[in-house]
């Protein structure tokens, strides 16, 4: 990281308890959901009919990315560390298998609490049977529900102008920045993943945002919003708005169910840059998303330095009534009603 990079960064994520997920049949019958070390493969597993899932909200401290629970997290005591301890791995009755990522909350050297965070759509009252167990990729697996993504077909806006499809592409092409104008792209990632929970894309129907066709991104991605009119209340005209806190079921929803095509734009500083006529955010370079980065990549910079847009992150709470996205439609209009 270098030394003008932010030193603390939050990502929040919605987590069961470990007290949620019980052991109903197997070697450790009646406990809950724990850390690796004392995990049993083959037991079997359920999730709770009352479990409701909370917010858990992680600072990271340093480039090794150390958690500790920050200010508005709905579970734990905030200054606690928290360790990322493992994946998981479970299969359903009828073979699918899904991934959750473990998280310990530690105070005075001991276990506070456990938390899970599926990367799938996990049914209460279904045995679900753990299949893996791995400590190394949980790290990889968090990276990638941090890293920014579009999907396959969005038409991304080049220097020259021209609409090119995302998965076209290429090192080196150079793209219409909002910032600093034409920019060479230093890389272009892939990834398939299942398309539910935590990866299941958002699609900002066409004209929602005044965007050209449909824009279907990760549910982190933050699009940048010019109000003219300042509706969100936000005390400023330029706003970042992440995509996840604009669902309402209607001209903006989350498609949960089969495979997803996402695809990732890295430039030598984080950009605002357009897709399918929207401002949208590049992949930052940060303690989150370093795990999910080649090694050939992350040799290339120490990382992004604080770019000022970054500031311009709006809360959730200004985002939480069901006309927010009409709000920005017309906050961002030419017309002045």
């Given at each position: 990281m270098s030394s003008s990079e932010k030193t603390t960064t939050?990502?929040?994520v919605t987590v069961f308890r470990g007290d949620?997920?019980?052991?109903?049949?197997?070697?450790a019958e009646g406990d809950a959901l724990s850390f690796a070390d004392e995990l049993v493969l083959d037991d079997i597993y359920q999730l709770r009919r009352s479990a409701t899932r909370a917010?858990?909200?992680?600072?990271f401290h340093g480039p090794k990315a150390a958690f500790t629970l920050a200010a508005g997290s709905e579970v734990g005591t905030v200054g606690n560390d928290v360790v990322l301890d493992c994946c998981i791995t479970v299969m359903a009755p009828d073979g699918t298998t899904f991934d959750a990522l473990v998280f310990v909350e530690v105070e005075s050297g001991g276990v506070e609490d456990i938390y899970v965070l599926p990367l799938a759509t996990f049914a209460p009252d279904t045995a679900y049977q753990l299949v893996g167990l791995d400590r190394h990729t949980a790290t990889t697996r968090f990276a990638e529900v941090a890293c920014v993504s579009f999907t396959r077909g969005t038409h991304i806006t080049m220097a020259s102008g021209r609409q090119i499809p995302i998965e076209d592409l290429r090192a080196g092409d150079k793209v219409l920045t909002r910032d600093d104008g034409p920019q060479e792209i230093r890389w272009v990632?892939?990834?398939t993943l299942r398309a539910t929970g935590s990866f299941a894309p958002v699609v900002i129907k066409k004209g929602a945002l005044h965007n050209e066709n449909d824009l279907v991104v990760s549910p982190d991605h933050r699009l940048f919003v010019y109000q003219r009119q300042d509706r969100l209340g936000a005390g400023r005209s330029e706003v970042l708005v992440k995509v996840r806190h604009l669902i309402n079921g209607d001209s903006v929803v989350q498609q949960d169910g089969g495979f997803v095509d996402y695809f990732q734009l890295l430039f030598d500083e984080h950009q605002i840059i357009y897709a399918e006529g929207i401002a949208a955010e590049?992949?930052?370079i940060d303690p989150r998303t370093r795990a999910a980065?080649?090694?050939?990549?992350n040799t290339q910079g120490a990382g992004h330095t604080h770019r000022p847009h970054l500031d311009y992150e709006v809360q959730e709470k200004l985002l939480s009534h069901p006309d927010a996205v009409e709000l920005l439609r017309k906050a961002s209009s030419n017309k002045t009603s």
């Open positions: 939050e990502q929040t949620d997920f019980i052991v109903t049949e197997g070697v917010r858990l909200t992680l600072g990632g892939q990834t590049s992949l930052l980065l080649p090694d050939d990549v």
